[in-house]
T-cell receptor, first 112, second 110 residues
Framework: QKEVEQNSGPLSVPEGAIASLNCTYS??????FFWYRQYSGKSPELIMF????GDKEDGRFTAQLNKASQYVSLLIRDSQPSDSATYLC????????????FGAGTRLAVHP | NAGVTQTPKFRILKIGQSMTLQCTQD?????MYWYRQDPGMGLKLIYY???????DKGEVPNGYNVSRSTTEDFPLRLELAAPSQTSVYFC?????????FGPGTRLTVL
């Protein structure tokens, strides 16, 4: 069973701090990694994707990938209360057909 | 572009009833997916399609059926509703890697 694991949280950070969200995956052949944000009662929206080892930055968001350790993370700098949501890690497995395996998500709470 | 649209937004079914959840995308994506999300859980893949006329089972297909007669539409059919099918259902489409989600259908089976 291919799995994606995340700490369910809640992760509570003060406004302006860096939030660090982590994800591990079991399928060593995975090639593509995604972070989705899901507000309560809403659908997931893509915020970052990463394919290569290392860091990828987009505004206040940085995705980090370490394939040797099977680990992907998302850093949110200068966290805002509007960042409070559940963050879903998704991994495209080696099985083809563009299928994603989702983690259960980490709930982030940014308090003023 | 409307993106991915789903109807209905909410539905209450009685045990044993049937219904079809509609999903339409206007982005000409080949890949389409149906997921369910239970409270506090991630998304579980029910069925997916790689193009018109081609569908396959995902992780949790029991109790559901799909069809894909056109690129745009990917309806999900529940034949004999059971309380275990109470969930939020999301449809998604993809041109390749990234998946784009519809607003979801909240289904309750009583």
């Amino acid at each position: 069973q291919k799995e994606v694991e995340q700490n369910s949280g809640p992760l509570s950070v003060p406004e302006g701090a860096i939030a660090s969200l982590n994800c591990t995956y079991s399928d060593r052949g995975s090639q593509s990694f995604f972070w989705y944000r899901q507000y309560s009662g809403k659908s997931p929206e893509l915020i970052m994707f990463i394919y290569s080892n290392g860091d990828k930055e987009d505004g206040r968001f940085t995705a980090q990938l370490n394939k040797a350790s099977q680990y992907v993370s998302l850093l949110i700098r200068d966290s805002q209360p509007s960042d409070s949501a559940t963050y879903l890690c998704a991994v495209k497995g080696s099985g083809g057909y563009n299928k994603l395996i989702f983690g259960a998500g980490t709930r982030l709470a940014v308090h003023p | 572009n409307a993106g991915v649209t789903q109807t209905p937004k909410f539905r209450i079914l009685k045990i044993g009833q049937s219904m079809t959840l509609q999903c339409t995308q206007d982005m000409n994506h080949n890949y389409m997916y149906w997921y369910r999300q239970d409270p506090g859980m991630g998304l579980k893949l029910i069925y997916y399609s790689v193009g018109a006329g081609i569908t396959d089972k995902g992780e949790v297909p029991n109790g559901y059926n799909v069809s894909r007669s056109t690129t745009e539409d990917f309806p999900l059919r529940l034949e004999l509703a059971a309380p275990s099918q109470t969930s939020v259902y999301f449809c998604a489409s993809s041109p390749g890697d990234e998946q784009f989600f519809g607003p979801g259908t909240r289904l309750t089976v009583l």
